[in-house]
Structures are given as C-alpha cells and as structure tokens.
C-alpha cells in the first residue's frame, strides 16, 4: 500500500513538473538544426528568425549546419531528437514534403515532427531563353503540343523540387519534355543562358537580373498570386493551368515535445512576423510573407507532400537509397 501511494505521489509531482518546466523554457542556449550549408538561402533565413527569437524567448539560439543527402541528415537528426524544445529544425519545403515523395526517408511526415509555423515562401518562375519560338506559357504549351518530345527542360537534380515543379507543369499542360539535371540551379540557369536547355524554373529573385539583362524571358510563376518581386509575371492559373508550387521555410520541433513549450515557440514565431523591421527585411531578401502557424503548417506540408508524390508517381521520379 505505501508503494502505491509513493508512486502515486512520485507521478503527482512528475505531472506538476511540467507546466513549471514550460515556464522557465528555455533555460539554456537552443538549438537550430538548419540541413543545409553555410551561406545558402535557408541558412540565411535561420539565422535571421534565429536573432529575433533571441530577443522574444531571452535566451540564444544558435545554428548548427547539417547538410548532407539533400536535407535527409539534418532533418533526420531533429526527427530523432530529444524531445525537450532544444534542439529545433528550420527547414525547406525539400526534407518535408519533396523527397520523402520520390524515397524512402527514415522519418515520418507529419508524425515525427511538431509543426511551430512557417513565415515566408518563394515561387519559381518558369525560365526560358530570350530567342525561343514563345512569348508567353499558352504559346509555350502550344509549341510543346505541337513537338512532344522536342523541349528539353534543367533542373537541379533528379528529384529535386525544380524537377518535380517542371513534371507538374508537365501534367497540368499535357505535354511532355525530356529532363536535363544539373548539379544546383547555378549550373541550370547558365544552360538556360546558353540556349543549351530550353526552360527551367528559377525563383524570381535569382531570374530578375537576368531578364533585366535580357539574358532570359520569363513566362509564369508558381505561386497562386503574382510575385512582388516581378508583379508583371502571371502565375500558372492566370496562363491557364491549375497548379501552384512555392518553396516554404519553417521551423519544426521533434515530436512529443510538450505543448506548453511548443505553444510558446509559435506565440514567440507569431510576435516576430508582427515585427515591421523584421518582415520588411524579408521583403527586400524577396521573400513572399504568408504566416502559418501550427497546424495551418503541418496541413500546408501534409497537403504539399499528397501533391509532390501523386506528381512523382506519375512521372516515374524515384532516388534509390
């Protein structure tokens, strides 16, 4: 009889220990797993969002870069993570919802992850050269009908989200074109320039200078609304065909964290995109804000991933572990 009542005052205290916990969360430095290198667009992203947590949870947040198997690691290691509200993911639209559609990842989306919010995207626009035989994507899609087979498109790898964007548009249009992958979007766009391939998608920020320049034309962008960054492109819906594809960043946390310190990430994260210093900034980085905190994100990436894979399976994109 006392070993009971012991053990049911032992887990009395463990359960009161929690909401305590949460309140003094965080109580040391926390982690932020970013699955990419130093220096790139998501890196960049984080370390912002990074330095304006700091200031709304009074504690450091400090970045550690795991890239390695086109986000697989870093994401992996989150999903396996202690799940104390210390060790954080910010990530890309590519480890969440891309290539678990076209491989098999050693973690589960939504289940192995506690969706904070995500704050920003970016579209891709559809890329060609200046001297190609179309004007605008109906004249685009007209040629590729009238040539199955003929268009070449560049993307940055088999399975990469620009490979699956273009066999979306694939679908959605009823055309079919042959695949070119580079090593990165870099290497594409000089194809592009080059004339060696003949459409790829870029997103705006990297495209404008480049149709500034006249070294490409642009067709359509991704997204459901026009992009700020280039207000005079159409989307894909506006050119006739009923698909849309951003690429969203967001910050996770491991599953099983508990949910007073999860609900204290999303009301920090919520606090930041109040900030006008803050978003301006994004916007002249030409980042697209739309905020969704919680479950508007989790749903967003559950949503994304049904489309990324229906789109794989159809066009045959698969990466072998």
């Not at 006392?2 to 909401?19: H, V």
């Not at 009823?174 to 391939?197: E, S």
């Amino acid at each position: 009889m006392r070993r009971q009542i012991a053990a049911a005052a032992l887990a009395g205290l463990l359960l009161g220990a929690g909401p305590v916990e949460a309140q003094d969360y965080p109580a040391k430095p926390v982690r932020v797993v970013i699955p990419f290198a130093a220096g790139a667009g998501t890196d960049l992203t984080g370390r912002l969002v990074a330095q304006e947590l700091n200031k709304r949870l009074g504690q450091q947040l400090y970045i550690e870069n795991k890239p390695g198997a086109a986000a697989l690691l870093g994401t992996d290691l989150v999903a396996k993570a202690e799940p104390d509200g210390y060790t954080l993911l910010w990530c890309v639209t590519d480890g969440l919802s891309v290539l678990p559609a076209v491989k098999a990842a050693p973690y589960a989306i939504p289940d192995d992850f506690a969706f904070i919010g995500s704050i920003a995207h970016q579209p891709y626009t559809v890329a060609v050269h200046p001297k190609g035989p179309f004007a605008s994507m109906a004249e685009f899609v007209a040629y590729a009908k009238a040539n199955p087979g003929k268009l070449n498109y560049g993307s940055a790898g088999v399975g990469s989200l620009p490979h699956l964007v273009m066999a979306l548009i694939e679908k959605a249009a009823g055309i079919k074109m042959q695949h070119v992958p580079y090593v990165g979007l870099g290497p594409m766009a000089n194809a592009l320039i080059a004339g060696t391939v003949d459409v790829g998608p870029i997103t705006p920020v990297q495209v404008k200078p480049l149709v500034e320049s006249k070294a490409l034309r642009v067709l359509a962008v991704t997204s459901k609304q026009r992009s700020r960054v280039m207000p005079d492109v159409p989307t894909l819906e506006e050119s006739g065909l009923k698909v849309s594809a951003i690429v969203a960043y967001g910050l996770l946390a491991p599953a099983r964290t508990p949910p007073a310190i999860v609900a204290r990430l999303r009301n920090a994260l919520d606090e930041v995109m109040k900030d006008k210093a803050f978003t301006d900034r994004f916007r002249e980085l030409g980042f697209e804000l739309d905020p969704l905190i919680g479950d508007a994100y989790r749903d967003f990436v559950v949503k994304d991933l049904e489309q990324w894979r229906s789109v794989a399976k159809a066009a045959s994109i698969k990466i072998d572990n």
